[in-house]
DNA sequence: TCTACATTCTCTAGTCACTAGAGGATCAAG
DNA sequence: CTTGATCCTCTAGTGACTAGAGAATGTAGA
């Protein structure tokens, strides 16, 4: 049995994000000590790995938590969990073309700066007048990733 | 002088969020009429059409502060703009990336599912098993887009 | 003028997947 | 016995909105 942050350590999910789980009722409450402290089986760890790995690959908590339900009922086909998976795939897939399209407006509208004042810049004026632009995302189009990562580099 | 729905229609901004623009201090709050309803100026109009318009691009509500400060300032050089732009496409660039490596990861997954029961389901082996992948957004990864979009066609 | 209905107002709370911090208890080593 | 590490619960903050309550105002037709 391993404390909190023994399983933080071995999973790469941080303590606060394994209670949160808990929480949300992704993993069982696990054991505890008299004093009340957390305590996981090699099981739980199981668990929390793979809630990370999942997660890892863009799965949505909502999702993870149809897979690990599914992946405790071993009898089922694994139709369901197939379908969760490339559903997964797809919206990958098409986050890809958006950002796509996306960079080429992008780049576009940087090549077009020739320095100067800002009176003339032409990246102001491409941003101002949506009309000239091949408006690339305009209806369900993507939006910047709020934060990139738990352990990527953070510039404060 | 327009109200505000009739804004909301021109730029293709929600009315609320056009609200929370004024809130956040990205637009100046505008003129009212006797009765406290929001009147907008084409100035206005433009405002946030250019606003619009760079989201729609992905860049942050703070990117767009900077941008519009510049723009209130005609005389700076250009070189500020460009490089809020720059940093941006290679942020879209380095997503692209990430989320080709997450592709490939995904796909590889969902191509070794054979179908049959969930116990010996290799989608489920491949996400408890991360020894067994290229670790392809181990750190600095990418996460889910939290909500596609305004307009985006919404299941509920 | 009355009545519908549309539009607008302010305010609060919810979304997602965490993260940060306060303020306190417990544990292990020296 | 003290120090520092680890843990506990709880609340609030992030980004960029969206949803809803409850009330006031505007407008068009009968």
């Known amino acids: 049995m391993l404390a909190i942050g023994a399983v933080a350590s071995r999973t790469g999910i941080k303590i606060p994000t394994i209670r949160f789980y808990e929480q949300e009722g992704l993993i069982e409450a696990p054991a505890r000590t008299d004093s009340g402290r957390r305590l996981y089986s090699d099981e739980d760890v ?9 997660r890892d690959l863009g799965f949505e908590l909502d999702d993870i938590r149809s897979l690990l339900d599914l992946s405790d009922q071993p009898d089922r086909t694994c139709a369901d969990v197939d379908q969760i998976a490339r ?64 352990r990527a580099p953070k510039r404060k």
């Open 87 to 150: 559903l997964h795939l797809s919206e990958v897939e098409a986050r890809i073309e958006r950002l796509r399209a996306l960079k080429r407006e992008l780049t576009r509208i940087v090549s077009s700066c020739a320095g100067g004042r800002t009176a003339e810049c032409r990246i102001i004026e491409a941003l101002a007048d949506h009309g000239r632009c091949e408006t690339p995302t305009h209806d369900g189009r993507e939006r910047k990733a709020k934060r990139s990562s738990a």
């Open 46 to 54: 199981r668990r929390l790995s793979f809630i990370r790995h999942a």
